[in-house]
């Protein structure tokens, strides 16, 4: 099953994430930073697992991450 992975501390609360997939992600009011929905925190590093039919829209949200923080795995 498909995975994201998201390096949280590093994000720039740039919003593309939420353009593309808005049903995962979402800008935290308290710090400006994107947060996924659903995600297991693991040291600082977040991880949901997703369908295949929400594969593409966060393979798109990971390609504009201007920071390159959000990765997801086949």
Excluded: Q
């Amino acid at each position: 099953m498909p995975k994201i992975i998201h390096y949280r501390n590093k994000c720039i609360g740039c919003n593309s994430c939420v353009e593309h997939a808005p049903s995962f992600w979402n800008i935290n009011k308290h710090d400006g930073k994107s947060d996924l929905h659903g995600a297991k925190n693991k040291n600082g590093v977040f991880v949901t697992e997703i369908t295949m039919l929400d594969l593409e829209k966060n393979k798109k949200a990971a390609k504009d991450c201007p920071v390159r923080i959000i990765k997801v795995e086949e």
